[in-house]
């Protein structure tokens, strides 16, 4: 039977197949280009690139503005379903939005599909779930792609009755507008943390330099295991890219080497060192920095790392956070030097200048920064649950 896996127990009739040129109306959007965008603008506008960077399967809200509003630009009517006609890639461009709104205005290379006996949400959701690939052999070109309506005519879809399509696109609508305020939650959440940044920043404190208030080491220590050397845990250089916090019962996860008795003790890890990047293929990625939150037993880091070991009291929290901030960051990239590979010198390193405030302070801001990472991550987590969620029910409510 020509039917999906998951339906609701109402409906139990066939899918039919047909071609899309049965199914809908097909135009072409007209003139807007980027440069027709006006924040100020009177007039909702959709431009072809905005269907395959800002929106999903249904338009609810739309971004972008403009003056222009020549009676040759083609409106939207609620349930219009658009497809971008180029782009870079065959895959970018196989992407469909169902529009909600009337009267937005349809910019240059978008096709305007305008269901007849459809349901415009439903074809959005199939086309995006199992018919992109199909879709992605028809387009044209190589350097720009383009996808005419021609190309689309053909195309043939399984679709049940329109009150089965209702109810399909019904639900995952209900679940993309739950992955949308959870998406929002998150947002809120990063947009506090920045928010917590700023205003340390601009609080100013006893100006210092780091080298008057700490020393850095260098590091021998590669990833080959020699023999009659301890095998230790390595942190190595993209463990610190990535800021990945290790605490004693995740040394699991860190790589293994081995290292003579010397390196262990000059090399090792304490609470409260910080290890920073000091290289890199551009200088912008140059200063990542983790710190170390607790004492780290037969621990070692790499050598293109360099630890820093305050000698006043730095709360380990607030480390982790203020030196990734761009305060700091931006010095240390502008210390870089090199063509291909940049990097930041030791001596360098010594000038930088920093303003810690007292221990109460360090201690607040770390905290709540680091609670809030916790709950971006919780929200994460449930974020990912409802993306799983509704890739397996589109996986499993078309044919």
């Keep these: 039977m020509n039917a999906p896996k998951l339906r609701f127990k109402e409906f139990n009739d066939e899918w039919i197949s047909q071609k899309l040129f049965q199914l809908v109306e097909f135009s072409k959007g007209n003139i807007l280009a980027k440069a027709d965008l006006d924040e100020t603008g009177n007039y909702p506008c959709i431009l072809y690139g905005q269907l395959y960077t800002k929106y999903n399967e249904v338009i609810r809200e739309v971004y972008s503005k403009t003056n222009r509003n020549e009676n040759n630009i083609p409106k939207s009517k609620k349930g219009d379903v658009l497809i971008p006609s180029s782009g ?57 792609v383009h996808l005419y309506n021609d190309n689309l005519k053909q195309i043939s879809i399984n679709i049940p009755s329109v009150q089965e399509q209702k109810r399909i696109s019904d639900t995952l609508e209900l679940l993309d507008k739950k992955i949308e305020l959870q998406s929002k939650k998150i947002e809120d959440l990063k947009l506090f943390k920045k928010g917590l940044i700023n205003v340390l920043n601009k609080k100013s404190y006893q100006e210092t330099t780091l080298g008057k208030i700490g020393k850095f080491q260098t590091s021998s220590i590669d990833k080959l295991v020699k023999e009659n050397e301890k095998i230790v845990s390595l942190y190595n ?82 480390s982790n956070y203020y030196f990734n901030n761009s305060k700091i960051r931006k010095q240390i990239i502008r210390y870089a ?11 360098s390193f010594l000038k930088i200048k920093v303003d810690i405030p007292d221990l109460i302070t360090q201690k607040k801001y770390g905290l709540l920064l680091y609670s809030t990472d916790k709950k971006v991550n919780k929200e994460m987590f449930k974020l990912n649950k409802l993306r799983e969620l509704k890739k397996g029910l589109m996986q499993d409510m078309f044919v």
């Design 88 to 144: 870079e890639t065959p895959i970018d461009i196989s992407t469909s939005s169902c529009i909600q709104i009337d009267n937005v205005l349809l910019g240059g290379d978008i096709n305007i599909l305008r269901p007849i006996s459809c349901d415009g949400r439903f074809l959005s959701y199939l086309i995006n779930n199992n018919k992109k690939t199909e879709i992605a052999k028809v387009a044209q070109g190589h350097s720009v």
């Design 337 to 347: 030097t090199g063509a291909t590979r940049y990097t930041v010198s030791l001596d």
């Design 237 to 318: 250089y993209m463990d610190v890219y990535k800021h990945k916090i290790i605490m004693t019962q995740d040394l699991s996860k860190l790589s293994k080497t081995s290292a003579k008795d010397n390196q262990i003790i000059t090399n090792n890890l304490k609470r409260g060192d910080i290890l920073f990047t000091p290289s890199s293929e551009t200088p912008d990625d140059i200063g990542h920095s983790i710190c170390i939150q607790e004492n780290l037993p037969n621990t070692v880091y790499s050598y293109h790392l360099l630890r820093y070991r305050p000698n006043i009291i730095i709360d380990p929290l607030f």
